[in-house]
């Protein structure tokens, strides 16, 4: 089985393995105490701390240890906002961030604060100018990841952390997928990452406050680390982490090098292999191990089961893998296709005949998917019409004729109630009924259409003419121009 899921969780690191089996004997006392066995346990608590703070680029006791990286994000975000609260309630974060982010920001405004979601581009990353614009005087913090966990696109973390230094606004780093492979630039004033993204234990996370950043704990006060963080420390887990960490990153320069060339070939591969096809990211600035591409006509649950019966365990943003069928909000905010989406993300010292079968896999998977659902290898002719369902004004849902008596100037594909992919299939099989300039209307109520539709056109070299609601869900409107 090969598994290319590391931006999930990475193997445990032999180096942590074997740090937490040492430090189980010498590490199990309570580090507070100052017994022998207390002395012990904390002697290792401070070795890691140093260790970890070498990689972070931070001093000591500037950093803490969590029970999970999220558990650091909520922690980072709550206690800088209280530190700030005489300077605003307000909240800048970018539409990409990671879950723990966004839930934070969402427990904040509930709360009467106020969030700015930054924008990005079609590769995923902010524009400096933009975010730096988001800035206010009430503005009690900033969030920014330092590479996205979806996609790999790295962020302009050096040139936002300098505007938010001119605007005295801390900036809080979320490094979890890149810490294992090198410290992050720029001036930034808080960072959290977790231990099981670098091969380090879970339940390791680590907040690091520089020093001037007015920081008030929420919860409970708690004597233990530093009063950040609530809990008893798991001193052989932490080393674990801090170890790992260190091992990581020893071999980084040069495990990034090879990964990289693996991950150009399945970038520059998968579009050559598989048909309607697009790699989301930037192509340049990305982390070295993982890509993301999204297939047209594809179911993404279907798809990632097939990938495991063939010896591949990978992940996917597709709506249709998600039990709440919305895509991933990353894909959404990038506005690029969400079905059939795949994530390869390569684990430390994978070889390269895993990848060479990877890609000797994929198109035969991706083509039985599609001829299971009844698209074959692309589109085919013939799907359902029918009258638009609760269209205002106008009689946009009607099939109209063409007058001379040729093929239907506007068609109207039902798709209500499917999901995708079908409602684009169903699309892309009757493109082709409709003259140069007619028009095909899908009805949907599978919230990835929003993103399927136009992504299809730009793909096919369709115009989208935009949506409007309908009963039962909304009208996509698609004009052929070729």
Request: overall charge negative; charged content about 20%; aromatic content about 4%.
């Amino acid at each position: 089985m090969s598994y290319f899921d590391a931006a999930s969780s990475a193997p445990l690191h032999p180096v942590a393995r074997q740090a937490l089996q040492a430090s189980l004997d010498d590490g199990w006392a309570d580090p507070a105490r100052l017994y022998r066995e207390g002395r012990k346990a904390r002697l290792l608590l401070d070795a890691a701390r140093e260790a970890a703070a070498e990689a972070v680029g931070c001093r000591p006791d500037e950093l803490v240890f969590s029970s999970s990286g999220t558990r650091a994000v909520h922690s980072g975000i709550t206690g800088a906002l209280s530190g700030r609260r005489r300077v605003g309630g307000h909240l800048v974060v970018s539409s990409v961030e990671h879950s723990s982010v966004l839930h934070s920001a969402a427990a904040h405004e509930a709360g009467g604060g106020s969030v700015t979601e930054v924008p990005v581009g079609r590769t995923g990353a902010v524009d400096p100018g933009t975010y730096a614009a988001a800035l206010t005087a009430g503005t009690a913090l900033a969030c920014l990841q330092s590479a996205n966990h979806e996609t790999g696109t790295e962020q302009p973390v050096a040139e936002v952390a300098d505007a938010c230094r001119a605007a005295g606004v801390p900036l809080l780093v979320d490094a979890a997928q890149s810490l294992g492979w090198g410290p992050v630039d720029g001036d930034w004033s808080l960072l959290t990452a977790s231990a099981h993204k670098w091969g380090g234990p879970a339940g390791v996370g680590l907040l690091a406050v520089r020093k001037g950043v007015r920081f008030v704990p929420q919860g409970p006060a708690d004597e233990r680390e530093s009063g950040r963080v609530a809990g008893f420390e798991n001193v052989p887990a932490i080393v674990a982490a801090a170890a790992s960490l260190r091992a990581v990153r020893a071999g980084a320069a040069a495990e990034s090098v090879r990964l990289r060339a693996l991950v150009d070939r399945i970038r520059a591969s998968v579009g050559e292999l598989v048909t309607d096809v697009e790699v989301v990211g930037d192509p340049v600035r990305r982390l070295p191990h993982l890509v993301t591409f999204s297939c047209l006509y594809v179911d993404g649950e279907t798809l990632l089961h097939e990938l495991d019966m063939a010896g591949f365990s990978v992940s996917s943003g597709s709506s249709c893998t998600s039990s709440t069928l919305t895509p991933s909000h990353v894909l959404r905010a990038m506005g690029v296709l969400s079905e059939g989406n795949v994530r390869v993300s390569l684990p430390l010292g994978v070889a390269e005949a895993e990848v060479d079968r990877f890609l000797e896999v994929l198109p035969g998977v991706v083509r039985s998917v599609r001829e299971r659902l009844g698209a074959g290898n692309g589109p085919v002719a013939g799907a359902a019409q029918g009258p638009v369902r609760g269209a205002a004004a106008e009689p946009e849902g009607a099939t109209v004729p063409d007058p001379e008596g040729g093929p239907a100037a506007e068609l109207v594909v039902d798709a209500l109630g499917k999901r995708c992919p079908i409602p684009v299939i169903e699309l892309a099989k009757v493109i082709g009924d409709v003259p140069v300039g007619g028009v095909v209307t899908v009805l949907s109520d599978d919230e990835a259409a929003r993103l399927d539709v136009p992504a299809w056109c730009e793909m096919r070299g369709q115009e989208y003419e935009g949506a409007h609601p309908v009963d039962g869900g909304t009208a996509f409107r698609v004009r052929r121009v070729s």
